[in-house]
């Protein structure tokens, strides 16, 4: 990936304009999804249509192939991690959200997911974090804004 075109994507997400944002995060996710060609997204797409199905043992297998035979493949870490906090299985959602961060640290979907999967557990303090660390990525994130505020209230 061009580095100085994802700088420029980073940027756009703190533009004023909110389709400039929405341009960019689309951008982000075509990326994301596409980092292993075509191949790679149509696998993470099937999945998804799995999940949608409540066929999660199926879904969930197709992401384990794709991590076991693709590593770096950053999407299929989160993915994976969506559909284990979909299940409540929050410690294994927790540590696939870190690989994907770990794997390309400006990513705000597991940056939030993460931030999900720490308040669930009561860890609102590392919540608090992950939220923050996505605003500075998405300073116009209301989601994120808003869940920084309801864990600070759990903390009074």
Known sequence: MD???????LQALKDPDETI????????????????GIQGAKRLI????LVEAERTEEAKSILDEL????????????RRAVLYYML??????IQDCEK??????HHFGALHGL???HASVGNYLDAIQCFRRTLD???????NQRLILECTAKLS
């Open 88 to 93: 409540g299985h929050y410690t294994d959602a």
């Open 137 to 143: 990525i998405q300073p116009f994130s209301l989601i």
């Open 3 to 9: 580095s100085a075109y994802i700088e420029r994507l």
């Open 67 to 78: 991590i076991l035979s693709q590593p770096d493949f950053a999407e299929a870490w989160n």
């Open 115 to 117: 931030g999900l999967c």
């Open 100 to 105: 994907t961060i770990e794997l390309i640290p």
């Open 21 to 36: 944002r929405n341009q960019a995060t689309g951008e982000f996710w075509h990326m994301w999804f596409h980092q292993k």
């Open 46 to 49: 099937e999945s998804q249509t």
